[in-house]
């Protein structure tokens, strides 16, 4: 699987490069994250998503992740909601997928079996956060694939490009999460 995550800020055409990632195959899913939008800010380019999706006959909602206002998932049928530190559990009565950010082994295994899926990061060098580099040598992410920590449930994210897929996959990873290389012309 390979997720994409939106920049945290708005760029030109975001809503149609969304829907040119989901519709290209270089995204199965995409992670909406505004961290300092507004919920009314979040709405607008909801609703620019899903009518650009509509024109191109894509069922756009089943493919998005919400990080930030996880209410608005519900009211716009989302496929899902990602947990952070921000909003660190899933709304009540909320039964789509729920996925999760671990930066850490000890904190993946934890969170094993409570998400759809979770993200270990970072792997590599940032793309799009100077001096965030990689947090695990290619051993430790070895040792949790052969411990099932690192499994098909996996995505590797922190300095992934489409490039290092094979790699990504040789590591365990069930996929990817994919913000920099995704966005370089936005960045």
Same mark, same amino acid.
């Given at each position: 699987m390979i997720a994409v995550i939106t920049l945290p800020y708005a760029v030109a055409h975001?809503?149609? &490069?969304?829907?040119s990632l989901?519709?290209?195959?270089?995204?199965?899913?995409?992670h909406v994250r505004k961290p300092d939008a507004t919920a009314d800010e979040l709405q607008r380019l909801l609703r620019e998503v899903l009518s650009c999706g509509d024109r191109l006959g894509l069922d756009v909602a089943r493919r998005l992740v919400l &990080?930030?206002? %996880?209410?608005?998932?519900?009211?716009f049928s989302l496929y899902g909601i990602h947990l952070n530190r921000r909003h660190p559990h899933p709304p009540? &009565?909320?039964?789509?997928?729920?996925s999760r950010s671990? &930066?850490?082994?000890?904190?993946?295994a934890e969170w094993k079996g409570r998400c759809d899926y979770l993200s270990?990061? %970072?792997?590599?060098?940032?793309?799009?956060? %100077?001096?965030?580099?990689?947090?695990?040598? %290619?051993?430790q992410l070895q040792q949790a694939h052969a411990q099932g920590i690192i499994d098909a449930s996996v995505l590797a994210l922190g300095g992934v490009t489409y490039a290092r897929l094979p790699l990504v996959a040789q590591l365990g990873f069930g996929g990817a999460m994919i913000l920099g290389d995704a966005w370089r012309g936005f960045l």
């Open positions: 975001e809503a149609e &490069h969304i829907c989901l519709l290209s195959g270089r995204a199965d899913l995409l &990080h930030d206002h %996880p209410a608005l998932a519900s009211l009540v &009565h909320w039964q789509g997928s729920v671990c &930066h850490s082994i000890e904190e993946l270990l990061s %970072p792997i590599f060098d940032s793309i799009s956060k %100077p001096d965030y580099p990689a947090a695990f040598t %290619p051993a």
